[in-house]
């Protein structure tokens, strides 16, 4: 996809070093100006993630009525007045996602209890990703829903009104559709359960007993909610740690670079979101938590990392929902560890913003990594350093661009890293803090060039 923005990366010319603070957590951002926007009274929140995919989420709530406040000019913090459960306007025009696939499947849960029609779409990126795994519940909940290739396809037009509860057995584990169908159930008559074939990343579950709607986690893993048709705002700030998905890149990195020590600050461990450091820390990485806390529902750390001989293992199947987004940049780092590494049972890494599995083999291998593809992962097999001088597509993927910058800091030359602006989505301040502990990262002056 040419979208453009040329990053140039690496080698790094020494130890990293540092103690910085990552944004706030995407996924948590995306949900609490959902919630706020659905509850009665006036919700704040603190360390909202500024992307574009969450500015994305934000603006449908605007263009469907929903007034937010700015409160700095980082648009970290906002003020949102809810509207109430039932109080979203019918949008004048279509409904814009951008790239934000968690955006777009979780918000097609809400507009499915709307008793108006709408329409969203996304960017031509967005516009390739499956949307039956949402659409179909939610349609069996009575929800009517059209688009391209049945639905399946952005944009989707979605008539809701009074739904009835499921239960929902998923087939794929996924916390979109898990979050989809339990936001559609403020909505629905009688108890809406989901079941999925893991556990996946818990936030909705944590997030909406905080604004006044309980949920209950049976010990197979059952979610079921009775609706209480009224969200209300809580009564303190809601405070959104740090991002351990972007935590992530500067973990590898400063495992990956000898001599380094870095400090990420009140980093979310939430064991849904935490697999990157389980199969970190089962590659040999040396990882530290400190300063343990509570931020609203979810637990936080401060993560110290310094080098170590990273080596090659097989990654636990159980892990791999908990580690989804943090798959691109653990491949940078099986391929400069000792020994083989062996992901399986990770098919979803192909339907995310690229084929992250095929994305993140190919810009390896121009690099001159040992990987071999599998239709459900890879096997690498590691070497010392990665050769310089490569120009490689991120596809206008925000963790492959990052994933490959954090892989040329153990290059013997520079990596042209084309396509990269959709940093944009997720991490606009990489660069910055990456060079704030001695990446060697940096956008290059034409930030168009092929």
């Known amino acids: 996809m040419e979208i453009g923005g040329t990053l140039i990366a690496g080698p790094a010319k020494g130890p990293l070093k540092g103690s910085i603070t990552v944004p706030g957590d995407k996924s948590m951002s995306h949900r609490s100006v959902m919630l706020a926007s659905l509850a009665d009274g006036v919700t704040e929140i603190h360390g909202f993630l500024p992307g574009d995919d969450n500015v994305a989420t934000a603006q449908m709530f605007i263009d469907m009525g929903v007034q937010i406040d700015w409160l700095n000019d980082e648009k970290t913090a906002l003020r949102v007045h809810g509207v109430g459960l039932h109080g979203l306007r019918k949008p004048v025009a279509m409904l814009d996602a951008g790239n934000a696939g968690t955006c777009v499947r979780l918000m097609t849960g809400i507009l499915a209890g709307q008793r108006f029609e709408s329409t969203v779409s996304g960017d031509a990126s967005l516009c390739k990703r499956p949307m039956r795994r949402v659409v179909d519940p939610v349609r069996s909940m009575g929800a009517t829903v059209s688009g391209n290739d049945g639905g399946n396809l952005l944009p989707i037009t979605i008539s809701g009104g009074k739904l009835k509860a499921i239960h929902h057995i998923s087939e794929v584990a996924s916390a979109q559709v898990k979050s989809c169908v339990l936001l559609a159930g403020l909505y629905a008559d009688g108890v809406t359960r989901v079941h999925e074939p893991k556990p996946t990343r818990d936030h909705t579950e944590r997030m909406l007993p905080l604004f006044g709607q309980p949920v209950a986690v049976a010990d197979d893993g059952t979610i079921s909610m009775t609706p209480t048709d009224r969200l209300t705002a809580p009564e303190g700030v809601v405070d959104i740690p740090a991002d351990p998905s972007s935590a992530c890149f500067f973990a590898v990195a400063a495992s990956l670079v000898d001599g380094s020590d870095v400090t990420l600050k009140s980093i979310g461990i939430n064991p849904r979101r935490d697999g990157w450091r389980r199969v970190m820390h089962a590659m040999g990485a040396s990882l530290t938590l400190l300063n343990q806390a509570t931020v609203g529902e979810e637990p936080v750390a401060d993560v110290r990392i310094r080098s170590g001989g990273l080596h090659g293992m097989a990654v636990d199947p159980n892990d791999v929902p908990d580690a989804i987004d943090e798959f691109p940049v653990i491949f940078a780092a099986a391929s400069l560890a000792d020994g083989e590494f062996v ?108």
């Open 343 to 450: 992901l399986t049972d990770a098919e979803e890494l192909r339907v995310k913003e690229s084929d992250r599995i095929a994305a993140m083999a190919t810009a390896l291998r121009l690099a001159g990594a040992d990987i071999d593809e599998h239709a459900d992962g890879a096997v690498i097999r590691g070497i010392s350093s990665l050769r310089g001088g490569a120009a490689v597509d991120a596809h206008g993927d925000h963790r492959i661009a990052m994933a490959m910058a954090v892989a040329a800091q153990r290059a013997d030359g520079e990596i042209r890293i084309h396509n990269a602006a959709a940093i944009a989505t997720s991490f606009p301040n990489f660069v910055t803090l990456a060079q704030g502990i001695g990446m060697n990262v940096r956008w290059a002056e034409d930030a168009g060039a092929a």
